[in-house]
């Protein structure tokens, strides 16, 4: 019993990793400064954000030291580069030291590199102790790294908010200081334990109370940031950020609560009513083992299959018009996946076509929304809103942290309605061209609030969501080498968005300033429009590659659904 909440512990202790670790969200708060103390141009200070998330080109390192090193040795492995990479950075921004652009430039990958390791860490301890509700301890997680940015803002702004080049002093030491509290429960991890049907339902629950919990420090976050005007105002609602943050702390005692109440209290109290009907591992396996006995192929044929079929399929023999219907109906069936949850190995995935579809919808999705937030204080910046900047970030962040702890929704309402998790994609991708467009057709304060509330909360969605779609559609065994071959396009995007933007801005020279440290400034709407209608439109195409995805694994996600009905009917 006592390992139930010792596996909880360690939940919350990846919790605090996760919301204190994704620095790379807060650099637009600082990018400003650091191009004028470097004296770079915005082509330079692009590379540099590129530089960060270059890091996850080598997250697949992370991996590879965790087959020969104990776990809490990444963890401080991470939290040392990540001290190294941010904190050179520091001495930089205020003169104490100087160094070529190309050290900072490496400063930026290591810091970049650093998150990568962290979140690595944070996986394997939600999958191991997990298995059962990994898709909810993931998006849990992995949603508080979205809020990582508002937190350090009212940190920034309780110590000194007059000084940008904090955020970098931040950014080194606290992961530090995190990692030394997380290592107690990780070192005490408990063996695992496999948990009866109502010991799973009973997780879902903890996790629906720890979803409230985690959305009550979202809208705290976004309500009241804004009103720590004064260092006295900021200090406090940063202490009430903390004390949010340590009440996921109560799950343990509850757990130690409920063995108790369970064992010393007769009670006829029981969980079978529970609508949470989430994605055991073994229901996986039992799925695969249907499908491999099952003789007839037809026999898994479901109502809705009809739908794809009438797409694409004729019963009458082609005509010679039907050129168009041909292309189409190997889009969609050539390679098209069968059953979740095969283990693919780095070949195989390379070689099938979802795994291409599902990086383009990626690449022109979640990574535009990522390079949005990079550019961020530039962007302010050009529209006069300079003073906003942290605002922005905030509500960024804020809204990326809501859209992570939307990608659990599935999981709690599978019971009523059940929809491929490739199709809740698609809809998360939606906001995101809503988003350009309306940035590139007002310049107006509120569009540009708006825009970054939407971009935020597509982002995010699908930064938590990933995870467990490249598990189901991957194997979850192959997730972490795969996953870290899919997000390989983040800095892929990050260097050709980037570039392409930092061009556009450089380009206005009818609306440049020239400060007094030769530090290139565009002012005006022009300085972002053409990029914002470029983004819009990579984005429809992003879009479009989901919905594609969407349709070619639909019908393996419904004959997994199939499978597990009749399993249940079963037993």
């Known amino acids: 019993m006592a390992g139930q909440s010792r596996k909880w512990m ?23 400064d650091l191009k004028s103390v470097l004296k770079i141009s915005q082509v330079q200070l692009n590379y540099l954000a590129v530089a ?3 890091g996850k080109v080598f997250g697949w390192s992370s991996g590879l030291a965790l087959m020969y090193f104990p776990l809490w040795t990444v963890l401080f492995a991470a939290a040392s580069m990540g001290f190294v990479g941010y904190g050179v950075q520091w001495l930089v921004i205020t003169n104490f030291i100087s160094l070529p652009y190309i050290m900072v430039f490496l400063c930026c990958l290591l810091a970049g590199l650093s998150i990568c390791w962290f979140n690595t860490v944070c996986f394997v301890l939600c999958i191991s102790n997990f298995p059962a509700n990994r898709a909810l301890a993931l998006s849990l997680t992995v949603s508080f790294n979205g809020v990582s940015a508002a937190l350090y803002t009212l940190a920034y702004n309780a110590i000194n908010p007059t000084s940008p080049e904090l955020y970098l002093l931040l950014n080194a030491l606290i992961p530090l200081v995190v990692s030394f509290t997380a290592i107690i429960p990780i070192l005490r991890q408990p063996p695992f334990e496999p948990l009866p049907p109502d010991g799973v339902r009973r997780d879902s629950l903890m996790f629906l109370l720890l979803n409230i919990l985690a959305a009550l420090n979202g809208v705290y976050l976004l309500l009241f940031e804004s009103n720590s005007s004064d260092i006295t105002s900021a200090r406090l609602l940063f202490g009430g950020a903390i004390i949010l943050l ?25 969980l079978e009513g529970s609508g949470f009907i989430l994605v055991h591992p073994d229901e996986l396996e039992l799925h695969k083992g249907m499908v491999a006995h099952e003789a007839n192929r037809e026999s898994y044929q479901l109502l809705n299959d009809d739908v794809v079929q009438n797409l694409v399929i004729k019963t009458t023999a082609p005509e010679e018009g039907d050129t168009d219907e041909s292309c189409c109906k190997k889009l969609i069936t050539r390679g098209q996946l069968e059953i979740l949850g095969t283990e693919h190995s780095l070949s195989q995935l390379l070689r099938r076509a979802d795994f291409w579809f599902y990086y383009i919808a990626y690449f022109c999705g979640g990574t535009i929304g990522l390079v949005y937030s990079n550019n961020l204080g530039q962007i302010a910046q050009s529209l006069g809103q300079s003073s906003k900047t942290t605002t922005l970030v905030t509500l960024y962040s804020s809204f990326s942290f809501f859209g992570r702890l939307l990608s659990a929704t599935p999981d709690y309402i599978r019971a009523k309605v059940y929809f491929a998790r490739t199709g809740w994609l698609a809809i998360a991708l939606l906001p995101t061209p809503i988003a350009l467009f309306l940035l590139a057709s007002s310049g107006a304060a509120s569009a540009l609030q708006a825009g970054t509330a939407l971009i935020g909360l597509s982002s995010g969605f699908i930064f938590a969501a990933a995870v467990s779609i490249t598990s189901e559609l991957f194997g979850p065994n192959s997730v972490g080498v795969n996953h870290n071959i899919l997000i390989t396009n983040i800095p892929i995007g990050s260097l050709i968005y980037g570039f392409l933007a930092a061009l556009v801005y450089d380009s206005h020279g009818s609306t440049v300033i020239k400060s007094m440290k030769d530090s290139v400034v565009c002012m005006g709407r022009g300085c972002y429009y053409l990029t914002f209608v470029w983004w819009g439109c990579l984005s429809v195409l992003g879009l479009a590659s989901s919905l594609v995805l969407f349709i070619r694994t639909r019908r393996a996600y419904q004959r997994f659904e199939q499978a597990r009905i009749n399993s249940n009917i079963d037993s």
């Open 10 to 32: 360690i939940l919350v202790a990846t919790i605090w990793i996760q919301a204190f670790t994704g620095t790379n969200f807060d650099f637009s708060a600082y990018s400003s």
């Open 52 to 54: 960060s998330d270059l």
């Open 246 to 270: 340590v009440l996921p702390l109560c799950i343990p005692g509850l757990v130690i609560a409920r063995n108790w109440y369970h064992r010393t209290i007769h009670t006829s109290f029981r």
